[in-house]
């Protein structure tokens, strides 16, 4: 089969992350996988060719044979793709567009995840001409996939709204667990927050994040977080950064926020070591990539209602990802005692090995792409 994505670079909340976890497994399950992939120098992955998106075109070089195509993710308008290589909203990315296409040629089923793409409150913030042509652009897209894959329940309810004729379902993204036991914290120096706890965002650098009220829910409670300092880690744009930095500055919070630019895999293992609290205040749906991270290495999450994933729900903190909602949710984690933070992240680590670790849900994957293979558009509806 193919595995196609616009990027599978382990950037900070990127599905580059998860999805090298994901081929493996199904290698050990004989469903061998080719990773195409837009990167210009891709990483080497266990168990699975990585080629580039030429692969779809002519001849077909290395990806014949396949049955079924996956598409993760559609590209954006607004840069965060360009960043991250986590998908938000717009038009079909190049790779995803040559994949449908290559699916169409072979009479091959093609399965999508949207990633967020087809979230409402991304519809909303754009203008009435941005909406318009990404609307009709994806809907011609969709026409043409035969199964709509959703990140969570949030998600399927937009799918089911945008192609209500469509097969749809959820089919949530996994992580191996055993890579984020005894994680060594000394990889990323943090100068400014050696004496004090850390509250750490990890991912693109970019409003959709919910960076801008997660900032304000911090500094409106800044006598309440004075053990605290705040991290914001992952792949940026100079313009976003230098506008957050404007507004952390207004506030007089220079000393207690730090940004680390783009770390690597390693550098974001290393941060969640350090890390007392993670929050994920995303404004819209998008991959669950930090949540399953920090869940594994056994930290306490705050998250957005719109990513957190199912089976997790009522095991870690969530709100809407607003200013006020964020620092109640805020004031109720810091009014926990250190025990209970830690029994409640514990829970979450053995609810979330249990429904989120590759070697459970990669068979879910194998069931569920057979199923599309065999019948097409017609198959699961859950």
Partial sequence: MI????????TAGSIGVLLPGLVR???EADVRSVVVTGDADPP???????VGPGALDGDLGGVDGCSIIHVHGVSDVGGVGDVSGVIAVGDVSDVGRRAVKLGERLGVPVVLSPL???DSAAFERMSWWQRRRSRARLRAALDRVQHLAAINDHELGDLRAWSPRSSSSVLEYGIDFDEYANLPADRVRLDKAVDRQVMLVMGPIHPVEGLVP??????GLIHELAGWHLVLAGPETADWRMQLESTIRRKGGEARVTFVSDPDLDDQRSLLARASLVVVPALQVRPPT?????VAAEVPVIASDRVVPNALRDFIATCPPARGP????????LQQTAEQRSASARRAREMGRRAYDWSILAPTYVDRYRAVAAGGSSTVHT
Avoid at 44 to 50: E, K, M, N, T
Avoid at 214 to 219: I, S, V
């Fill in 3 to 10: 595995e196609a994505v616009e990027s599978i670079l382990p």
């Fill in 25 to 27: 497994r199904l290698a």
């Fill in 44 to 50: 080497a992955l266990d168990r699975a060719r990585v």
């Fill in 116 to 118: 967020g793409a087809l």
């Fill in 214 to 219: 997660l900032l304000y829910a911090f500094g």
């Fill in 290 to 294: 930090t949540i399953l991270q920090a």
């Fill in 326 to 333: 964020l620092a109640d949710a805020l004031r109720r984690f």
